[in-house]
């Protein structure tokens, strides 16, 4: 079935640093990807998404590029800020699950540090 | 447009008894999915509904159960309740029906604790 495998964290960085949060996905067909964010003490927002190959999402300084070569979806960002913190979520859906039904990668808590 | 509301945010429990939690989609979205997040185990799908018929189900127990009302508004149950059921149930609305790029718009979920 489908699933999603994110990097352990969690990740701490300085303000202004570079971000990478690495995401592969196991799935058939062609998924449609998507990272999200939980800020604390809220429910989870979408932060960019990709439907096909080679398609890259960006939004607020992140972006991600959909590789169906190496099945991944990395979340990246040049320069982080203080209100970068917070849970980001890989996801997929479609490939083996019809609708909207979304699989989730395990969430990479992001502290960032003045 | 008012977003994905859910109630209550907040919910006491004891282990056997059983809880409604209830989640009133964005207006025109006539898809909604509920999903559990828990330390351990993360995010996890319930099930779906659209148009008051559950469209895709989970991996979970059949004390876990829902349903979706004629004006898109739906509600989870779970009944003789456990200590691990404690969780945040995150409610989300899609506009669409199927498909694989379908937008999901999250509520703030509500917070139960089993006690």
């Known amino acids: 079935g489908n699933s999603v495998t994110q990097m352990e964290g969690p990740v701490t960085l300085s303000e202004e640093a570079f971000l990478t949060i690495n995401c592969t996905y196991t799935a058939t067909g062609y998924p449609s990807l998507f990272w999200y964010v939980q800020y604390p003490g809220e429910g989870l927002q979408l932060l960019l998404k990709a439907t096909k190959a080679d398609d890259k999402g960006s939004n607020k300084g992140f972006e991600a590029t959909y590789r169906k070569e190496t099945t991944s979806f990395h979340l990246e960002k040049g320069s982080v800020q203080v209100s970068d913190s917070a849970v980001y979520f890989c996801?997929?859906?479609?490939?083996?699950?019809?609708?909207?039904?979304?699989?989730f990668g395990e969430g990479t808590q992001l502290t960032v540090n003045p | 447009k008012a977003g994905v509301t859910q109630t209550p945010r907040y919910l006491i429990k004891t282990r056997g008894q059983q809880v409604t939690l209830s989640c009133s989609p964005i207006?025109?979205?006539?898809?909604v999915s509920w999903y559990q997040q828990t330390p351990g185990q993360g995010l996890q799908f319930l099930f779906e509904y659209f148009s008051e018929t559950q469209r895709n189900k989970g991996n979970f127990p059949g004390r876990f159960s829902g349903r979706q009302f004629s004006n898109s508004r739906s509600e989870m149950n779970v009944s003789t309740l456990e200590l691990g059921d404690s969780a945040l149930y995150l409610c989300?609305?899609?506009?669409?029906?199927?498909?694989?790029?379908?937008?999901?718009?999250f509520g703030p979920g509500t917070r139960l604790t089993v006690l």
């Open positions: 996801a997929l859906s479609g490939g083996e699950t019809s609708g909207s039904r979304l699989t």
């Open positions: 989300a609305s899609s506009p669409r029906d199927s498909g694989s790029y379908n937008e999901q718009f």
């Open positions: 207006s025109g979205h006539r898809s």
